[in-house]
């Protein structure tokens, strides 16, 4: 199995940064992977803190190769976007985190398994190592569930599933006059529709957003592990899109092992309403609107 390139995209969270690149080192694979680091140019005020962390990247080790992008000039998806264009136009895939992302140390082997197992199985669009905390049902057969909303809090990715994405929402408003969409859409999450709309208009730009609408469209899914092997430790109020909360904590010692990463699983209806119950938490909406 060809291991798929690491992208990591950074900008000034130098505490953040240390944790989630000392997480990763502690993967399997690790030492066998190829990081690629993108350090997002400095706004106005911020040049101390980047120079600091491009001060660190700089001695990062545990890789098998190290390769480090310094933008002269801010802006958040340029950095993002076009780094894992890069890497998608090289590899064809790529594994992508941010600075806030912390990851058990199985995360590596599950997004290559998956990323390989997955890759001709065209209904799945994406990867993610996140997985909500909500209780999976003991009957549940599965160390993976196919879940039809993205999330791109650790993901992996193909370049052909990148080059579908339609980075402008175009058609939302056709989409709205099929009453079928909207209850559709209702069922996942009732936060979805407000946050598509938002990326419509232009209120949000947003990758995750656009997956989620360009998924939930062609009734494409994202994969996932049974239990999360990513933690998000950016709702702390440090980042530039959220507000504090520790509703998204997830406990990664529940994964002590490798996971068996199956083509075989199937949309499970138990555990769809259980995310849906943890995505329609009070919070939610406004959480994900304030965020972006």
Not at 58 to 66: L, V
Not at 107 to 123: C, G, I, R, T
């Amino acid at each position: 199995m060809e291991l798929a390139p690491i992208a990591l995209s950074v900008y000034n969270r130098l505490d953040h940064l240390k944790k989630t690149v000392s997480a990763l080192k502690d993967n399997t694979l690790a030492s066998e992977s190829e990081l690629y680091i993108f350090s997002d140019g400095p706004m106005t005020g911020d040049e101390e803190s980047i120079n600091k962390v491009r001060q660190y990247i700089k001695t990062i080790d545990g890789f098998k190769s190290i390769h480090i992008t310094e933008r002269e000039y801010n802006s958040r998806q340029y950095n993002n976007r076009q780094g894992m264009r890069q890497l998608l136009d090289n590899y064809g895939k790529l594994i992508y985190i941010e600075d806030d992302i912390v990851t058990s140390k199985f995360f590596l082997q599950f997004m290559n398994d998956a990323l390989d197992k997955y890759e001709n199985v065209k209904n799945v669009t994406s990867i993610c190592g996140y997985t909500s905390p909500i209780e999976i049902p003991q009957d549940y057969p599965y160390d993976v569930i196919v879940d039809p909303i993205a999330c791109i809090w650790g993901f992996g990715i193909w370049k052909d599933r990148f080059d579908e994405i339609n980075w402008k929402i175009t058609d939302f408003e056709d989409f709205c006059k099929n009453p079928s969409n909207l209850i559709e859409l209702d069922n996942l999450g009732k936060c979805f529709k407000e946050l598509m709309e938002a990326e419509h208009l232009g209120v949000l730009d947003a990758m995750d957003i656009k997956l989620m609408y360009q998924q939930f469209k062609n009734k494409h899914y994202t994969i996932t592990p049974k239990y999360s092997l990513v933690n998000n430790i950016g709702w702390d109020g440090s980042g530039d899109t959220c507000a504090p909360t520790t509703r998204f904590n997830v406990d990664l010692s529940k994964v002590k092992h490798n996971l068996n990463v199956s083509v075989n699983a199937k949309v499970d209806n138990k555990v769809l309403d259980n995310l849906k119950k943890f995505r329609d938490t009070p919070s939610e909406k406004k959480w994900e609107i304030d965020s972006y």
